[in-house]
């Protein structure tokens, strides 16, 4: 009975300090994606007893699901302010970026940075979350797209990109290694300060304004 007691209270502990229990994540279907495969299994490593429900849609649905309480913590990719609502916990920096099959021929892979005037005539694959952005960013940068492909999530336009059928424009952060002997890929630049501002973007983890969190989802964001 003291062994049963003391597993008991061990357990109920675990819960409380957030080592147990289910997380509840929103997140953008970004794969392949080695920062959030990283922090991911970081976190199982240091909290194996947490269990995961993951929801992947975009950045409006998962507004959606921290609203109606499926989901506690959301990671999206989302330029612009955020919905009165909802707040940003913590954010690492991104940009847009181009990213090219080696034997595409509209972008060396010599390039650093890649203009946005170069996208000229380019058959392009965009997410959705990200074509109004783009869209203004042509017509600030006077450029008329050709858009191939438009999804949901970036494994689609990265899939046209890598068939050498289009260049695909995403969002990446700087510890992303997208880079290999097939694939490369550049940020987007521009010499109109307006138009590289909105090069930049973010990814957030957010959660809904004055809810209280479960200890899984605090020593989550910790």
Known sequence: MILLEDAARKELQSYAEGAAGVL??????????????????SFHQACPKVRYSFYEVNSNEIMDLLR???????IVRTPGLLPADLEAVLKTEERLCVYCCYQNPWIAPQETAVPVSALQGVP????????????????????????????TSRNNPMMWARAGAAVAVICAGPAEELDNGEVFCRPLVSEDPLVAQELASARSFITLRGRDLSASAQKFLQ
Not at 24 to 41: E, K, V
Not at 126 to 149: C, K, N
């Open 24 to 41: 509840r994540i929103g997140m953008t279907q970004a794969y392949p994606d080695a920062q959030m495969t990283q922090l991911l299994l």
């Open 68 to 74: 109606s309480g499926l989901v506690e913590v959301g």
């Open 124 to 151: 392009l694959a965009v997410s959705r979350g990200f074509e109004p952005l783009l869209t203004d960013v042509f017509q600030r940068a006077e450029v008329q797209p050709e858009i191939l492909s438009v999804a």
